[in-house]
Each structure stands twice: as C-alpha cells, then as structure tokens.
C-alpha cells in the first residue's frame, strides 16, 4: 500500500511537470485576456445617443432608435435595447461608476436610494454635482435614448430589466423567503430629463422592461405627487476619461 501511495506521488508529480510545460499559468492568462479586452475595447464602434432634452409625444419614443418593442401602449413601450453593450464597473476615489464605451456613457453605479419627484430629481442631480461625485461635476438626467440603452431583453438584476453590472439588488429575508409579496421596488423607475406633452416627464421601468410617461394633472411634473421614480445620473464620456481609463487598465495588466 506504501508502494502504491508513492507511485501515486511520483505520477503526480511527473503529470505536474509536464502540465506546467504545456499550459499557461492562471496569471498569463488573465494578462493576456486583459490585452485582449483592451485591444477589444480600443475597436468599439460608438453609439451617439441624443444628450439633449427635448419634449417628446408617445408616437416620437416609441421611434426611437436601437430598441426593439414588444409592445405600443398609450403610455409608451415595453422593449429593450438593441445596443451591445461594453460595460466597465471602476471605482474613482471610491465613488463607483460603469463606463460604457458602446455610447460612450458613464453612470452612477447605484442611483438614489430613495424615489423623488422630478423637478426634486433635478435638484438632486445638482447637489451631487456640487459634491463632485468621481470628481466630476457635469452629471445630469438621462435622456430617453440613453436610459432606455440601459434595458436589457430579460430579467438580469433580480426582477429588473438591467445589467448586473449595476448595483445589485439587496434582498432582505421576507424577500428572499417571500419573492413575490416582498419584492425591492429600488431603481423600478427612474425619471429623465425629457418632458413629455402631456403635461409630464418620460421615465424608464426597469420592473417591466419598458418606458412610459408620466402623465395627467395627478403625476404631472408641477405636482406635489410623484411616482417611484428613482434618479440614476450620466455624464457624456470624453475622450481624454477613455483614455485615462484604458492607460490605467494598461498598468494592471
């Protein structure tokens, strides 16, 4: 039995050597799957999603490029983006950000943790930038096009339609026992900067995969009311925070 077990040993030992020959070791491969991303990264092709807000009517969102719609309602669509995506989570001073190099977009990982109406989205929005927020201080709402270039074909973050790159969804255990009665309804909704004509603001639902808007005197964007709208702030990507982003890769590898 002694004689088996150091035969055994010796077997091992040789198979070791000649695996060590013939494969890489884990650490080149992730340097090279690194070169590789960023080389990939380097040949990304841009999207130029509209920046500017405008006042849109139902018929106008539900033409907006690079979705596809499963269904037209009188509030809007239930869709998803057709864009794919180049999603990079990085981490500046802390504050936590995804780059998207496909639109050329960085969002705030999180969003607000707590719903708000949308002239007190906006003024959200201000105050995050008087903090500078990863040191940057020109975030705003969304468009239509950029929020909705965030809704994915399936449910990916728990229930919401949205890339698990963003923050994950923090379930509590009657949710996790309790799924459908207790659910988290954080970053369901969030507002954008585009007005619609009907005397409201356009939102994105990442809880059913859609945009709609808010509409009608009772949620119109003068009311005291709101919805469980959340607030996920962008910024449009210059060139120099790509490159500053990829020189930083490059010493990682």
Excluded at 16 to 21: D, L, Y
Excluded at 117 to 144: C, F, I, M
Excluded at 194 to 214: C, K, L
């Amino acid at each position: 039995w002694q004689v088996c077990q150091t035969n055994g040993s010796v077997e091992n030992n040789i198979l070791a050597s000649i695996k060590s020959r013939l494969l890489p070791s884990q650490s080149k491969i992730h340097k090279e799957n690194k070169a590789t991303d960023t080389q990939h990264h380097s040949n990304t092709t841009p999207y130029n999603l509209r920046r500017s807000y405008q006042e849109l009517s139902v018929s106008q969102v539900q033409s907006i490029p690079n979705v596809s719609i499963r269904e037209k309602n009188r509030l809007g669509f239930i869709g998803y983006s057709t864009i794919n995506h180049d999603y990079d989570l990085e981490s500046i001073n802390g504050d936590k950000v995804v780059i998207d190099r496909t639109t050329r977009l960085m969002w705030q990982q999180s969003g607000s943790k707590k719903y708000m109406s949308w002239k007190k989205a906006q003024k959200w929005v201000k105050e995050l930038n008087k903090k500078g927020y990863a040191d940057y201080h020109d975030w705003r709402l969304p468009t239509v096009e950029e929020a909705s270039s965030l809704l994915e074909s399936s449910q990916k973050n728990g229930h919401l339609y949205i890339d698990t790159v963003f923050s994950q969804e923090i379930k509590t255990e009657k949710q996790r026992r309790y799924p459908v009665l207790y659910y988290s309804t954080e970053q369901e909704w969030i507002w954008t900067g585009d007005e619609s004509n009907s005397d409201g603001a356009w939102t994105v639902r990442f809880d059913i995969g859609g945009v709609s808007t808010s509409w009608g005197s009772y949620f119109s964007i003068d009311s005291n009311y709101y919805l469980h709208c959340y607030v996920r702030p962008v910024r449009s990507l210059a060139s120099s925070d790509i490159n500053n982003v990829e020189e930083t890769e490059k010493k990682n590898v």
